[in-house]
T-cell receptor
Framework: DAGVIQSPRHEVTEMGQEVTLRCKPI?????LFWYRQTMMRGLELLIY????????DSGMPEDRFSAKMPNASFSTLKIQPSEPRDSAVYFC???????????FGPGTRLLVL | KQEVTQIPAALSVPEGENLVLNCSFT??????LQWFRQDPGKGLTSLLL?????REQTSGRLNASLDKSSGRSTLYIAASQPGDSATYLC?????????????FGQGTILTVHP
């Protein structure tokens, strides 16, 4: 298996623009997680899905952030409008069962100018 | 709210040394604990997962222990190698209503020099 795939790997945008991050989980994994990593706050869980349904979005920082999972092999995290404080590395992870080992993608490094 | 702390924040050792990384958590009612490795610019790789009912897990030169009652876990690396240089993170799954959600420590940056 190719593992968790994320795109783009790097994104540079200007404040106010819309940003869309993409994730393809490992085939057969029913759970998908979105995390954000910054130097100040470390790794934080933003939202997670089970069988394409959002289960817990309590970590989503504000209404500018939204996430969807239209099918079992694809998820998006959208920021609209983006702000400089959104600059971070965004990771997607998947697992076969709740509480299981999580497999992380390589991350998307986002810089908002 | 569960808080996870890792000590030390950074560690530099010569090749061949045995070393211990520490992780502590504030709420002992956990479901499991995972240790991850993160290489610069890369994602996280799961190294070991210890269920709350277990005391330790081993994989090759790595051994992770768990003491729920004291809220501590250690990752022991035997005969360290330069290739072990990375950031090591522990993460706790609190279970219950937070089942499946991981709370991470800030990590320990390990450097093994030849």
């Amino acid at each position: 298996d190719a593992g968790v795939i994320q795109s783009p790997r790097h994104e540079v945008t200007e404040m106010g623009q819309e940003v869309t991050l993409r994730c393809k989980p490992i085939s057969g994994h029913d759970y998908l997680f979105w995390y954000r990593q910054t130097m100040m706050r470390g790794l934080e869980l933003l939202i997670y899905f089970n069988n394409n349904v959002p289960i817990d979005d309590s970590g989503m920082p504000e209404d500018r952030f939204s996430a969807k999972m239209p099918n079992a092999s694809f998820s998006t995290l959208k920021i609209q409008p983006s702000e400089p404080r959104d600059s971070a590395v965004y990771f997607c992870a998947s697992t076969t069962y709740r509480g299981g080992r999580q497999y992380f993608g390589p991350g998307t490094r986002l810089l908002v100018l | 709210k569960q808080e996870v702390t890792q000590i030390p924040a950074a560690l530099s050792v010569p090749e061949g040394e045995n070393l211990v990384l520490n992780c502590s958590f504030t709420d002992s009612a956990i479901y499991n604990l995972q240790w991850f490795r993160q290489d610069p610019g890369k994602g996280l790789t799961s190294l070991l997962l210890i269920q709350s009912s277990q005391r330790e897990q081993t994989s090759g030169r790595l051994n992770a222990s768990l003491d729920k009652s004291s809220g501590r876990s250690t990752l022991y690396i035997a005969a360290s190698q330069p290739g072990d240089s990375a950031t090591y993170l522990c993460a706790v799954d609190a279970g219950g209503t937070s089942y499946g959600k991981l709370t991470f420590g800030q990590g320990t940056i390990l450097t093994v020099h030849p």
